[in-house]
Structures are given as structure tokens and as C-alpha cells.
């Protein structure tokens, strides 16, 4: 089982980016899925999550900028970031609770995209 992150990269202040994360392999469930950065020098943090159920919850300090959303028959979750700022500057990391065939639920993660924006 992985999850596979796309989308990251540099743009100006003001700007948006859309990041997806990808679950491959064999599993039998998803449940919670999200996204966290880490600036450097700082604590992961969590940015926003979604349920299958499509509930989200956002950091404060991303809310009315950034939307998540999901696709369940493609095993995708979706950040929407707009009117982003400096302080968005980090590596962004996708989490998935997911449990495999055969196994038990596990908390996964993907393997990071930079965001860099730009003042």
C-alpha cells in the first residue's frame, strides 16, 4: 500500500495549487484522509482532513482558502489551496487510515511535495 502525492511546486503570493494524493496497492478500507505540512524548523501540523463520510476539518489558519476533497472510487484525495501566502511554505504530506486485506487499520503516509510560495 502507498499513497502517492502530485501537485507541489512554486508560485507567487495570491496564487493557487491543487495537490492529489493517490492510494495504490491492496486495501480493504479507507477511512480518514488528510493532509499535514512541515515548515522548516517546525512541527508537523495538520492542514485539513476528510472523512469517507465527506466531513472536513481545517487549521484555522487555511480556512476559506484551502478546500480537501475526495474520490473514493479513485482512492483520491484533493487539496485546493488559493490565495496562498509565504506562511504556506512547507512540505506537504498526504495521511490515510487505511486497512489491507488480511490486516489491520494503519495509519499511512506519502512521501511529501514542497510548496514553495514566493512574496
Known amino acids: 500500500v502507498q499513497l502517492q502525492a502530485f501537485g507541489g511546486g512554486l508560485v507567487q503570493a495570491g496564487g493557487s495549487l491543487r495537490l492529489s494524493c493517490a492510494a495504490t496497492g491492496s486495501f480493504f478500507s479507507i477511512n480518514n484522509m488528510g493532509w499535514y505540512r512541515q515548515a522548516p524548523g517546525k512541527q508537523r501540523e495538520l492542514v485539513a482532513s476528510?472523512?469517507?463520510?465527506?466531513?472536513?476539518n481545517y487549521a484555522d489558519s487555511v480556512k476559506g482558502r484551502f478546500t480537501i476533497s475526495r474520490d473514493n472510487a479513485k482512492k483520491t484525495v484533493y487539496l485546493q489551496m488559493n490565495s496562498l501566502e509565504p506562511e504556506d511554505t512547507a512540505v506537504y504530506y498526504c495521511n490515510a487510515a487505511l486497512r489491507p486485506y488480511g490486516g489491520s487499520w494503519g495509519d499511512y503516509w506519502g512521501q511529501g511535495t514542497q510548496v514553495t510560495v514566493s512574496s
Open positions: 476528510i472523512s469517507s463520510g465527506g466531513r472536513t
